[in-house]
Structure formats: C-alpha cells, structure tokens
C-alpha cells in the first residue's frame, strides 16, 4: 500500500524557513513522479515543485523556484521541501504526492494536481507578516 505522510509544518513569521519531510511507503521512487502542493484557504490545490522518475529533473512552479528546493533520500524512501523567505502568501496546507509510471510530463503533474495518484494528509504552513 502506497503511503505518503507529510511533516514540519508550522508557525513561521515572514522571512523564515521551514523544512517539509515526506515519508513514503509501499512504492519505489526511482518508478514515480513525486511533488510537493499546496492548497491556502479558499483556494484550488496547485503544484510547487515537481521530481520526475529517478530525480532526473525538477519542475517548479511559478514563484516558487530560487526560494524552494527539493531534495531526497532515497534510502529512506524521504523527500524534503525547503522552503526560505517565507512570504504570508505562502500559508497553505502542503501535501506530498505520488504518480506511477507517468505518462505525461514532470510538468503537466505539477500543474494538474489532480493527475497525482497518490495523496499524504497534508501539513499545515502558516506565514505571519
């Protein structure tokens, strides 16, 4: 059973950081797409960065590259997300999610959250100005 559980989430002020960790389970991550999202309040879930099979290459998503990076052990089957010069605009639930054997490119998963098979609950990121 594929299994992604997110943590490090919390209270930041604006200019922090905060380091996200994603614990996956029950799946290889050299055969999936894995990406970091976000969903604030009142807002549709969009893509932050994605790593295509193997950690080839990152997709990141608008505004987000230079103040987030990705990185992985893969012998802990864990990805993290460093997230530095927190903005309140940043304050979101951020999920870890997961794609088999994608079909599509690193890119369309980030920017279709939906297309990601698999989901972690979620981590709370609150930014205070």
């Known amino acids: 059973e594929v299994q992604l559980v997110e943590s490090g989430g919390g209270l930041v002020q604006a200019g922090g950081s905060l380091r996200l960790s994603c614990a996956a389970s029950g799946f290889t991550f050299d055969d999936y797409v894995i990406g970091w999202f976000r969903q604030a309040p009142g807002k549709e879930r969009e893509g932050v960065l994605c790593i295509s099979r193997r950690g080839r290459n990152t997709y990141y998503a608008d505004s987000m590259e230079g103040r987030f990076t990705t990185s992985r052990d893969d012998a802990k089957n864990m990805v993290f997300l460093q997230m530095n010069s927190l903005k309140p605009e940043d304050t979101a639930v951020y999920y870890c999610?997961?794609?088999?054997?994608?079909?599509?490119?690193?890119?369309?998963?980030?920017?279709?959250?939906?297309?990601?098979?698999?989901w972690g609950k979620g981590t709370p990121v609150t930014v205070s100005s």
């Open positions: 999610a997961a794609h088999p054997r994608p079909s599509y490119s690193t890119s369309d998963y980030c920017r279709y959250p939906p297309r990601m098979a698999y």
